[in-house]
C-alpha cells in the first residue's frame, strides 16, 4: 500500500475495520478491526491456534493453569501420548492433570484410568473403572481397592468386611465343575445384627465352594 492510503498506512489500519462488503454482525462476512478483534463465517488454521492459556493444533487441544509453560498443563484432548512443545506429557483421550498431588485421570475408549507420575517425567496407570457391554462395572488397581469402610481387594484378592451390620440379598447360585451338573443354592435373604453373624454367612460360603470342589 502507498503511504497515502486511506486505509492502511504502511502496516497502520487507519480505519476502525476492514470489512467485506455483505458484513453482517453475527450472520454474514467477515470483520478485521483496528482493536484487534474479528470475526469470520470459518476459519482454516495452518499449525498452532494459540490463546492465552490453550494451545490447539495437530496433536490435540491443550489447556493450561496461565500461561502455557512447562508444569502447568491441567487438560488435553488427544488422539495419542505425547508431549506438548513445552516439554508437559500428556495421554491420550480426555485428560486432567493433577501437577501438585501427581496424578492424572484419563477418559478413552470407556474407560477412566488413574496415573501417578509427572507432566516432565510421564505417567504410569495404576487403576481404572471400565463398563463392559453388558453394563457391567469393572473396577480394577495395582494396589487394591478401598471403599470407605472396606477393603474390596487388597492387592492380592483379599477382602475385608467390617461394621457391625450386613444384609445380603438375592440369590448366589454356583455351578461344579464336574460332568454331573450340580447347582446349590446359598440363600435368599441374610440379615445380620453382628460382626460374628456377617462372618458366619461368609463361612457358609466358603464351605459351600470347598464340597463343590471349587476351593481348597
Not at 58 to 85: H, K, R
Not at 152 to 173: E, K, P
Request: aromatic share 8%; hydrophobic share 35%.
Amino acid at each position: 500500500m502507498q503511504p497515502n492510503d486511506p486505509v492502511v498506512g504502511s502496516t497502520i489500519l487507519r480505519r476502525p475495520a476492514i470489512q467485506s462488503p455483505n458484513y453482517s454482525a453475527g450472520s454474514a462476512g467477515w470483520t478485521v478491526n483496528s482493536d484487534g478483534s474479528a470475526e469470520f463465517n470459518n476459519l482454516t488454521v495452518r499449525g498452532t491456534f494459540a490463546g492465552t492459556d490453550f494451545t490447539i493444533n495437530a496433536s490435540g487441544a491443550f489447556f493450561y493453569s496461565g500461561t502455557p509453560a512447562a508444569g502447568n498443563l491441567v487438560q488435553s484432548i488427544a488422539i495419542a501420548d505425547g508431549t506438548d512443545g513445552f516439554g508437559n506429557h500428556y495421554l491420550a483421550g480426555t485428560s486432567t492433570y493433577d501437577s501438585v498431588d501427581g496424578i492424572a485421570s484419563q477418559l478413552a475408549d470407556g474407560s477412566v484410568t488413574m496415573y501417578s507420575g509427572t507432566l516432565a517425567g510421564g505417567w504410569t496407570s495404576k487403576g481404572s473403572m471400565t463398563i463392559t457391554a453388558g453394563g457391567v462395572i469393572v473396577l480394577a488397581a495395582t494396589a487394591g481397592v478401598i471403599t470407605s469402610n472396606n477393603t474390596l481387594d487388597d492387592g492380592s484378592g483379599n477382602t475385608s468386611i467390617t461394621g457391625t451390620a450386613c444384609t445380603l440379598t438375592g440369590h448366589a447360585s454356583v455351578t461344579a465343575p464336574t460332568a454331573a451338573p450340580s447347582r446349590t443354592n446359598l440363600g435368599s435373604t441374610w440379615n445380620a445384627t453382628t460382626a460374628s453373624q456377617c462372618n458366619n454367612n461368609f463361612v457358609q460360603i466358603i464351605n459351600t465352594l470347598g464340597a463343590l470342589g471349587l476351593f481348597t
